[in-house]
T-cell receptor, first 118, second 113 residues
Framework: AQTVTQSQPEMSVQEAETVTLSCTYD???????LFWYKQPPSRQMILVIR??????QNATENRFSVNFQKAAKSFSLKISDSQLGDAAMYFC???????????????FGKGTKLTVNP | DGGITQSPKYLFRKEGQNVTLSCEQN?????MYWYRQDPGQGLRLIYY???????QKGDIAEGYSVSREKKESFPLTVTSAQKNPTAFYLC????????????FGEGSRLTVL
């Protein structure tokens, strides 16, 4: 079974600075999807960014970008020019693209709590 | 606006009582999911459904039941058999059950007194 590990339970960053959140995953598959979700204090999960494993180019969404290292099974999230509204729990998630049983599910890491200091 | 509506947001239950959490979506999504969130545990999958009248157990299905009689609705019942039901419950849906990202509701907080 696939697993997702977020080794940093908590991180903090100064406003306007850059922070990187780590995520590693374990899989024997070659085709899959990776996601970063944000959960602000309101508790509603919001998709931040998505990466297809077959794409070598790292995904970018405005101030959010990823460093996808397929061989190392690493998928880190970089937040540039951090803002107070970025304070939240961030979850890394994996989804198989095999189309076989079980690939319907997203597997989540345990999350990283990000604090943004003014 | 399209979205996922979960109700109630907060629910208190006495031990031994069953309780049903509602999840409705108007996104025309085929697949729907229930996750449980506990502090330090991340999100754990309870049940999911790819199509109407069909659903599958997730990783922690014991003590829970679901139904999928309509495409828009996927209610979760927390039964008295669930030994530690106090948690935050999240419902999600996706257009494509195999490749799409999940869209989430705002969640329901269940507290057992």
């Amino acid at each position: 079974a696939q697993t997702v590990t977020q080794s940093q339970p908590e991180m903090s960053v100064q406003e306007a600075e850059t922070v990187t959140l780590s995520c590693t995953y374990d899989t024997s598959e070659s085709d899959y999807y990776l996601f970063w979700y944000k959960q602000p204090p309101s508790r509603q999960m919001i998709l931040v960014i998505r990466q297809e494993a077959y794409k070598q180019q790292n995904a970018t969404e405005n101030r959010f970008s990823v460093n996808f290292q397929k061989a190392a099974k690493s998928f880190s999230l970089k937040i540039s020019d951090s803002q107070l509204g970025d304070a939240a729990m961030y979850f890394c998630a994996y989804r198989s693209a095999s189309g076989l049983g079980g690939s319907e599910k997203l597997v989540f890491g345990k999350g990283t709590k990000l604090t943004v200091n003014p | 606006d399209g979205g996922i509506t979960q109700s109630p947001k907060y629910l208190f239950r006495k031990e031994g009582q069953n309780v049903t959490l509602s999840c409705e979506q108007n996104l025309n999504h085929d697949a729907m999911y229930w996750y449980r969130q506990d502090p330090g545990q991340g999100l754990r999958l309870i049940y999911y459904s790819q199509i109407v009248n069909d659903f599958q157990k997730g990783d922690i299905a014991e003590g829970y039941s679901v139904s999928r009689e309509k495409k828009e609705s996927f209610p979760l019942t927390v039964t008295s058999a669930q030994k530690n039901p106090t948690a935050f419950y999240l419902c999600a849906s996706t257009r494509d059950g195999f490749t799409g990202e999940l869209f989430f509701g705002e969640g329901s907080r269940l507290t057992v007194l």
